[in-house]
């Protein structure tokens, strides 16, 4: 019989746990692009869905880069380090490297990754913040959420951005050159400790268990979507032109043909596979008819159940409504558990 990979997995349950009740902290680093010269700011809103303009040194932004079709080709976290540098988070560097050089045209603008320069460990949870104050040199407790500062811990230059991907309140990244690593390490995991919690070692808790409660996605999530289908529509700046804008308006005008979706499946030791592990997923059958895939299926240590994504058509389904997937029963949620 089927068992459940995260139900009944202590380490897991642990680690995960440790993040909602107290702090947990593990190495996270994506990859980054650093980009600047005279145009990157008209070229970086010229590539992505969001406003860049506006946004003030210091502080970040999460938005989404699109292709002509108004597809989602990625979705990162742009960070402004001064008024004409930014660095790009993305899990896709060679990918997005490619898109701009295909795009780059007459935009004076030059970028390099520097993914190996850095070192990046996140700290989450609701005594992350007690964590740091007792590490850094400078406080952060009005750090602002997507913001950066640089300050020093125990010596160790460091750039503190408050932000994550586990959907807790407070939460923090960690940028250090890698050669301060081990030492940065040896500071967080007694600090951790201390406060009842530990380090985070387990991938699918950083990647899936964690991100997921929160209604956060993985590109593999939102690959072959649009905005308007998956919620991320309301972070476009639809008072510039940037690449997908065209086709945008017109889904917009039509409305989206799909729409992703919570549900739940109660039943603990189920098989219902989903795109996550690759593939199309399982298909979602309605009255004999299939009306979408599972995008997403982990489970819930805060609610104690199985839970996913679904791609369905849009207006088939609403939260609240029962049907099979692979035979198990599953209930139609809105897309976050915490």
Request: glycine content about 8%.
């Amino acid at each position: 019989m089927y068992k459940n990979i995260f139900k009944y997995d202590d380490m897991k349950r642990a680690e995960h746990m440790a993040v909602r009740n107290t702090v947990g902290w593990y190495f996270w680093t994506h990859q980054l692009l650093e980009i600047t010269g005279p145009d990157v700011t008209a070229f970086l809103e010229h590539m992505f869905a969001g406003n860049v303009s506006r946004l003030a040194v210091g502080r970040d932004r999460y938005t989404t880069m699109l292709d002509e079709n108004g597809q989602i080709i990625d979705d990162v976290v742009i960070m402004r380090r001064s008024e004409n540098v930014y660095w790009v988070s993305t899990l896709f560097a060679t990918k997005t490297d490619d898109w701009w050089y295909f795009h780059q045209g007459d935009y004076d603008v030059e970028w390099t990754e520097v993914t190996d320069d850095w070192a990046m460990y996140a700290v989450q949870g609701p005594k992350s913040r007690a964590l740091l104050e007792q590490l850094t040199k400078d406080p952060v407790a009005d750090l602002k959420f997507f913001a950066q500062m640089e300050t020093e811990i125990q010596g160790i230059p460091c750039l503190i951005n408050r932000g994550g991907f586990t959907g807790e309140k407070l939460g923090y990244e960690i940028y250090v050159n890698p050669e301060h690593a081990e030492a940065l390490e040896a500071l967080l995991s007694p600090a951790a400790q201390a406060l009842g919690g530990r380090e985070v070692t387990e991938f699918q808790v950083m990647a899936w268990t964690l991100p997921t409660e929160a209604g956060f996605y993985y590109m593999r999530d939102l690959a072959h979507t649009n905005p308007f289908e998956v919620g991320l529509d309301k972070g476009i700046d639809w008072d510039k032109d940037f690449i997908g804008k065209s086709a945008l308006e017109k889904i917009q005008a039509e409305g989206a043909a799909r729409e992703m979706l919570g549900f739940e499946v109660p039943e603990a030791d189920i098989y219902i596979q989903s795109k996550q592990y690759g593939g199309p997923g399982q298909a979602v059958i309605l009255d004999g008819e299939e009306i979408g895939r599972v995008s997403k299926l982990v489970y819930s240590y805060v609610k104690e159940t199985n839970i996913g994504y679904i791609l369905a058509k849009k207006g088939v389904l609403k939260p609240g409504d029962h049907l099979k997937i692979h035979g198990y029963e599953a209930i139609i949620t809105e897309k976050n558990w915490l």
